[in-house]
């Protein structure tokens, strides 16, 4: 767990009935933004949400966040052909991203929670989901801290054990696994691979584990560790072993064997 932000997101929002985007969303992850990755989400009254994630571990970093942002809506082909040409963005703004928990969230008389308190999933960039769970930590004890009359810091720090059994907990693995994305972008093809030729329930209970609604131990499940370890296994050898092996130089004939 760290104090400061580690990671940056931009966002624009896109005015309804300016654009062409016909779903509730899309999620690119472009290889050099590892693991990083752009995403537009439809609001109900069809604005459209445009943002960009740098996450550390990759190859962007936090200064790169405007040129990543407008790059990739004018010369992406992907967010190009979803957005049309037409659309009205307004500016871009930025905010840093504190990832995986702060080390201290409470003190005489505090209680830090959400994006102060880092409560923001180290693969994602994302914590509404967290967000609430510590406010409710947060409540649980205050409420206590209420009926016995104490609101100092030795007493306020349960809820710091609070949050990190019910979430905090899952943020070690989740920043490891954004580290192994970043290296091995091929994971990234195998799991969208598998997602859509696998029937709904495999996709859904994959984007629960990516959101954070389920452990990501639950990847270890034969449901979804099978088929992802075969699809990561073909794209590591289409992508680098094969290729590899085919540019490799001939050993030449020794006659003296």
């Given at each position: 767990?760290?104090?400061n ?33 752009a ?5 109900p ?8 994630y740098?996450?550390?571990g990759?190859?962007a970093v ?11 809506l ?24 504190r ?27 994302e914590?509404?989901?967290?967000a ?20 100092d ?6 809820y ?21 994305m ?16 696998r ?6 209970a994959?984007a ?12 270890l499940?034969p449901?979804l ?7 990561a ?6 992508q680098?072993?094969s290729?590899r092996l ?10 003296s064997?």
């Amino acid at each position: 767990m760290r104090d400061n932000p580690q990671a940056i997101c931009s966002r624009s929002f896109i005015d309804g009935g300016t654009h062409e985007f016909e779903t509730d969303g899309i999620c690119y992850m472009e290889r050099d933004l590892l693991p990083g990755y752009a995403a537009i989400f439809r609001h109900p009254n069809d604005e459209l949400n445009y943002c960009a994630y740098i996450i550390p571990g990759g190859k962007a970093v936090p200064s790169d966040l405007k040129a990543v942002h407008h790059v990739l809506l004018d010369n992406n082909p992907i967010l190009r052909r979803h957005l049309g040409s037409n659309y009205t963005i307004e500016p871009m703004k930025g905010a840093w991203l504190r990832l995986g928990g702060i080390p201290k969230s409470y003190g005489d008389n505090l209680l830090i929670i959400g994006d102060a308190a880092g409560h923001i999933d180290p693969l994602t960039g994302e914590g509404i989901q967290f967000a609430m769970e510590g406010a409710e930590k947060a409540a649980e004890t205050l409420i206590e801290a209420f009926r016995i009359g104490r609101f100092d810091e030795r007493f306020l720090s349960t809820y710091q054990d609070k949050w990190h059994r019910e979430f905090g907990h899952k943020f070690g693995l989740a920043e490891k696994a954004s580290q192994l994305m970043a290296r091995y972008p091929e994971l990234v093809d195998s799991m969208a691979r598998v997602a859509n030729e696998r029937d709904d329930e495999f996709f859904f209970a994959w984007a629960d584990i990516m959101m954070g609604e389920a452990p990501w131990s639950a990847f270890l499940k034969p449901k979804l560790a099978i088929p992802m370890a075969a699809a990561a296994i073909r794209e590591l050898w289409s992508q680098r072993l094969s290729p590899r092996l085919r540019q490799a130089p001939k050993r030449p004939y020794d006659s003296s064997l």
